[in-house]
């Protein structure tokens, strides 16, 4: 289970002994005393039990830091009698929560760790899979976070040890999360976060243990959707994903029990507010290098569902998608799906582009990225992703789907802007987007094609 060699990988548990009057001293008034460390006592064992989960996929090292009376020895042998020998305990240091976590965070990289993630035990909705999200994300960047509703955070990893996170910062008030944001930006830390959640502090909070205690399903299906200056569109995008419309619960982030899925915003590099409003909106959010095959790879490669779709964040999905994701995986020999192309704009030639898309997809096998491709996890790992394109990446990793089985159209249409075939003229992009396949299909480099296609500007193939 724990182990007291750190390994690359190493998670930090904050919790303390479940002493009546002194656990979860805010939930006194509504619990009492004993009622408050009862629970306290049950949200930490749960929040074992994830980490023994993740400890069962994962090599990781684990150390449960507590908090106590002035005697740590006799608190290690309470520890040790609640909680059983297998865990490595410390006593956590003096001072406020900032210095502890400072503490144990160098501690732990003092050690030899090269990834650590700290957490709490009051955020019961933290499973397993979001922990390896969490360590998964520090391969690629300095620092991951976990909003919490309250505007703290209940997650925090680095790849290395950056004391101005832990210093200055308001502790225990609602501008902790943004304090460490921007903490993290002024030393030019590459951030990744997951979707937010709530912490159980207040009495308002009890309804979320409930919930929880009736047990946590895995998401079913991970949206993926790169970005790059989407800041006008990104959160009206996100709300219209879920069913009938409607933002997560706060306790559930995007991984509600009636939805059962989690959107992924993988941005690259955009300068406008995109990140800032995708956090807000629920959603677990990355940065990656510009360039759609890498984010969408990235976001892939941390997503919990079973079945992935990559949506490009100028296209909405129709509703009742759900049902016909699923169904259409169902289907023998099918082995990924995408929907018909619906473009918002109301010229005659945009009609004429609908109908070519719907029998290049149907009779080719062909359908592109902007029709919201989707296939199970396994698929897409089996294959390697998307291959590292500048540009056709869709294009490729289809052509290598319709080799293993059959990709089936929902007879549903997606609704896509038309903002690109605006930008040029209808007939001009699709003869520039068709040369671009031409050319591909000839031998010319994806390299170089990039370059004639960026500079033509057309930015979509139809």
């Not at 900032?98 to 090269?114: L, S, T, W």
Request: proline residues 5%; aromatic residues 8%.
């Amino acid at each position: 289970m724990a182990a007291t060699k750190h390994l690359i990988e190493h998670l930090i548990i904050f919790t303390r002994y479940p002493q009546p009057g002194q656990a979860k001293t805010r939930l006194i008034p509504a619990l009492g005393a004993e009622g408050a460390a009862a629970l306290q006592r049950q949200m930490t064992e749960h929040t074992l039990k994830q980490v023994q989960t993740l400890l069962n996929r994962r090599s990781i090292s684990t150390t449960v830091w507590f908090a106590g009376t002035e005697n740590p020895e006799v608190d290690r042998q309470q520890m040790q009698a609640w909680l059983g020998s297998a865990w490595c305990y410390c006593p956590q240091s003096a001072g406020n929560l900032g210095n502890r976590m400072a503490y144990a965070v160098q501690a732990a990289f003092g050690m030899g760790a090269q990834r650590v993630v700290v957490i709490g035990t009051d955020c019961p909705s933290l499973g397993a899979e979001q922990l390896a999200q969490a360590f998964q994300i520090l391969a690629t960047h300095d620092l991951v976070l976990g909003p919490a509703v309250d505007g703290g955070y209940y997650l925090i990893g680095l790849s290395r040890m950056i004391p101005t996170l832990f210093t200055n910062i308001a502790w225990s008030t609602s501008e902790v999360f943004q304090q460490t944001v921007t903490a993290a930006k002024q030393v030019n830390l590459s951030i990744g976060y997951l979707a937010t959640r709530a912490d159980i502090d207040r009495p308002e909070d009890l309804p979320i243990w409930e919930t929880v205690r009736q047990g946590i399903t895995p998401p079913a299906i991970s949206v993926i959707i790169p970005t790059l200056n989407e800041a006008h569109r990104i959160s009206a995008l996100i709300q219209a994903i879920l069913p009938q419309g409607q933002l997560p619960r706060p306790n559930q982030a995007t991984e509600s029990t009636n939805t059962n899925l989690e959107i992924i915003v993988v941005d690259g590099g955009s300068q406008d507010d995109t990140v800032t409003l995708a956090q807000q909106s629920g959603a677990i959010v990355l940065s990656a290098p510009t360039g759609r095959a890498q984010q969408m790879n990235q976001g892939a490669q941390i997503a919990a569902g079973s079945i992935l779709l990559f949506l490009h964040a100028d296209t909405r999905l129709p509703a009742d998608w759900i049902a016909d994701v699923q169904a259409t995986l169902s289907r023998l020999h099918v082995v990924a799906g995408a929907f018909e192309l619906h473009i918002d704009g109301q010229e005659p030639g945009l009609r004429w582009i609908e109908w070519g898309v719907k029998w290049r997809s149907r009779l080719l096998q062909l359908p592109y990225g902007d029709q919201a491709l989707f296939l199970k996890a396994e698929t897409f790992h089996q294959l390697g992703g998307f291959p590292a394109l500048p540009i056709m990446e869709d294009f490729v990793f289809v052509r290598q789907l319709r080799s293993i089985g059959h990709i089936a159209i929902v007879p549903r249409a997606v609704t896509t802007s038309a903002r690109r075939w605006h930008k040029l003229g209808i007939l001009k992009t699709t003869l520039i987007n068709q040369l671009v396949i031409g050319a591909y299909l000839l031998g010319v480099s994806p390299d170089r094609i990039a370059r004639w296609y960026r500079q033509d500007g057309s930015g979509r193939r139809s």
